[in-house]
């Protein structure tokens, strides 16, 4: 089967990776509790994905003085346990409700390139929903086009890849500690993503946090 690649900006992902962080940047109180910010609030920036019918996405954030990280689960609707009301899944004490599903579970689309490009952003952006200071990851990448200095690479554009299987692939530039490259490459069944990430290449000192 021929593959068909669809390629986008960089500066259109990178724009709703801000987009999606400024969303949930609010004060909030020590501890775990529910978040003042629903997280359909940040799907709302990702034409063409979708959650399933009769689901809604529920965040859950943690703060430590400057610190903080965050978890969402999909519900049905009409559920929205209070904290105390949660499984407790790790040492960090992260409520899970008795009938969560992950992110990747429910979402769906219209089929088009842009909305699987679009769930990936979205997988992460959520995965990383409440995080702030040193609990930030994925927020410290940004999305590249253009080759860095210390790599000497060809395309680097973002691409959707329809062939036996559908792809994504991109590559982000992390200058924590040390500067790297890093080729994520997402497979899709339906909207269900497999994600997978290497360094393909790295610089100089960086930066510490």
Request: proline share 6%; with cysteine; net charge neutral.
């Amino acid at each position: 089967m021929e593959e068909k690649i669809t390629y986008f900006p960089a500066e259109e992902l990178n724009q709703l990776h801000i987009k999606a962080e400024d969303i949930w940047r609010v004060p909030a109180k020590q501890g775990w509790q529910k978040s003042p910010v629903s997280p359909m609030e940040v799907l709302k920036l990702f034409k063409g994905i979708w959650i399933r019918k009769g689901y809604v996405l529920r965040g859950y954030i943690y703060r430590e003085g400057m610190n903080g990280i965050g978890v969402v689960w999909a519900l049905p609707e009409s559920e929205f346990p209070e904290v105390e009301g949660c499984e407790r899944i790790d040492a960090l004490g992260t409520p899970k409700p008795r009938n969560a599903l992950s992110v990747t579970d429910v979402i769906e689309g219209d089929g088009s390139p842009r909305s699987y490009i679009y769930a990936s952003i979205f997988y992460r952006e959520m995965l990383e929903f409440g995080a702030v200071w040193h609990g930030l990851s994925w927020g410290l990448h940004d999305i590249i086009e253009e080759k860095p200095e210390f790599w000497d690479a060809t395309d680097l554009r973002p691409r959707v890849i329809f062939g036996k299987k559908i792809r994504v692939e991109f590559f982000t530039l992390c200058g924590l500690f040390r500067w790297r490259i890093f080729k994520h490459t997402d497979t899709f069944t339906d909207y269900k993503i497999k994600p997978h990430v290497t360094v393909v290449a790295e610089g100089g000192r960086g930066f510490t946090p």
